[in-house]
């Protein structure tokens, strides 16, 4: 039917980023992004894993791009790509001197979760890489006050 309303599902995993809403920092990710950064989580060893990430303001634009867009509908995979986890503490430890990651895994690195992002990608919105990400949200927190990452 022409007029027949569409649905548009982002499927995103890990949402990082500034946080949108006034006060402390809530949620899911943002305070357990914290505990890693402050070496409370996620400190003995690198886990030989990969987790999939977005910007909070790029899932935000893919959502605008399916409502613009009359032929989008269906599912979309709301993620930038997955990234091992190494690739991802050594991002935060590049954007913030005073993390250091834990030791790595023994062994060879696990092949991170692949997708086929052709229906992502024909809602032509460009992604931020991750250290873009990384280095807004490390700003954000800080701006927010929040103690991260003192070396012992």
């Known amino acids: 039917a022409k007029d027949a309303p569409r649905l548009c599902i982002m499927n995103p995993n890990l949402i990082l980023g ?21 070496g409370e989580a996620m400190n003995e060893t690198i886990p030989n894993d990969s987790m999939s990430i977005i910007d909070v303001r790029d899932l935000a634009l893919l959502h605008v791009a399916c409502f613009e ?4 509908s269906g ?11 190494e690739e991802i503490l ?5 954007a913030l001197p005073t993390y250091e990651k834990p030791s790595r895994f023994e ?35 800080q701006s927010k006050g929040v103690a991260i990452a003192e070396r012992p």
Request: positive net charge; charged residues 20%; without cysteine.
């Open 90 to 94: 050594t991002v935060f430890e590049d």
């Open 107 to 141: 062994g060879v690195q696990h092949t991170p979760t692949q997708f086929d992002f052709t229906r992502r990608n024909s809602l032509g919105v460009r992604l931020r890489p991750l250290k873009e990400t990384m280095v807004d949200l490390i700003a954000f927190l």
């Open 69 to 72: 867009n009359k032929d989008a």
């Open 18 to 38: 500034p946080q949108l809403h006034p006060g402390p920092i809530s949620g899911n990710s943002l305070p357990w992004i914290v505990r890693i950064l402050k």
């Open 75 to 85: 599912r979309y995979f709301g993620v930038d790509k997955s990234y091992p986890w």
